[in-house]
């Protein structure tokens, strides 16, 4: 060393700090760059993505290359900085000790903080360009690391800690999705938000919640003179009808209503050629999910399932426009036997009727009741009561006060709500 000058000493130790910089930098890369854009540029083809998809693949590895050649070059930049003071100061203990702490914040600020700070603000372009000196780096570092890492596994063995090797494939559960979605609001329209949030959640709502209630079903009764039939097929709502003999829990098949139109047309509707045109009816659990329903759906390319319980009772039907309405929004025409709608009041109340579905309630108007029992606002109000309201009577659920307005058959038909805040939604 006595044959190199200072500005040369000097001009390796500022090198030695830029060095010690960039694993500092290329570390916190790394570890912040973003998984799945990563994996997204490897699928395209990219090559330095490849390169640092490799790296990740064994994050031990990679960490154990990048610390080994930022403590050398930490190291080295020590004693550089004790041959200059030497040469300035001589054998002087408060120079050395001066020098000391002065390489050590240097190499603080200038090799650890800064480039990291920097590293964590821009981590793809980093990470993506420190591949490519990093690759040939740890296959040279490899003896060295191997030793390392296994006398820290005998260590972590001891102490009976266990770690994954292999760490680049990150798992997201359906919560970080979600937040991943609430998070993109900056980037998707708002109404693509919402779809893809109700995506989401789709497999976590049951075709009890999205069903059409028994009382509420449009269905024909083979039995029925065929005047009467005609009729009901003349007002009815829907293209799919349900067809029954004798009582509704005795469904014999399901009938697309277009089939029958040319025999009315030439006057030969009678019941036996009803029935000749009906498909098999299929029937679904009332609480399998709806993801899974529309699996089944389009496997066995049907759009409308009888939901039953487990002791095989009807309790309504579900189509495949109500498993779409759950993530696109309404959109179908209601039949006027199909209900859930609000009126806005002058005091800030709400008219709604028993048979609104709380989720509608929750998701429309941004009000919080329960929806792990009862499916609708009148199931949850008989819930909570424990008894069939008169008119008049009011009670206090999830801090809404709730005022009955009108009760029939048993149901609590119409209610008003005072909600302490409710969202200026368009109704």
Known sequence: ??????????????????????????????????????????????????????????????????????????????????????????????????????????????????????????????????????????????????????????????????????????????????MLMLESENFLPRQHQSMLLNLVDLGRVAVNDVMIPRNQIEALDINDPPEILLEKLATCHHTLLPVYEGMLDNVIGILHVRRILHLIQRNLFTSDELRGLLNEPYFTPLDTPLLSQLQYFQERQIRLGLVVDEYGELLGLVTLENILEEIVGKYTTQSPGQTGKFLRQHDGSLLVEGSTLVRDLNRKLGMHFPVNGAKTLNGLILEHLEDIPEAGTSVKIVDYPIEIIQTQDRQVKVVKIFPARLQQTDL
């Open 1 to 178: 060393m006595d044959e190199l000058s200072l500005g040369t000493l000097f001009l390796a130790l500022v090198v030695i700090l830029i060095l010690s910089g960039f694993f500092s930098s290329s570390e916190t890369s790394m570890m912040a760059i973003n998984r799945h854009r990563l994996s997204n540029l490897v699928r395209k083809g990219n090559q330095s993505a490849k390169l640092t998809a490799n790296l990740l693949a064994r994050t031990d590895k990679l960490l154990g290359s990048i610390l080994l050649g930022n403590t050398l070059l930490n190291v080295v930049a020590a004693a550089l900085t004790q041959i200059i003071i030497l040469r300035l100061f001589g054998h002087n203990e408060w120079a050395l000790l001066a020098g000391t702490l002065a390489i050590t914040f240097i190499i603080l600020v200038v090799s650890e903080i800064l480039p990291k700070v920097v590293a964590a603000s821009y981590p793809d372009r980093i990470a993506l360009f420190s591949s490519y000196i990093l690759t040939p780096l740890n296959k040279l570092f490899y003896p060295v690391v191997f030793v390392a890492m296994a006398i820290v596994q005998g260590i972590l063995w001891t102490l009976r800690i266990k770690v994954q090797a292999d760490q680049s494939k990150h798992k997201m559960s359906v919560e970080e999705l979600r």
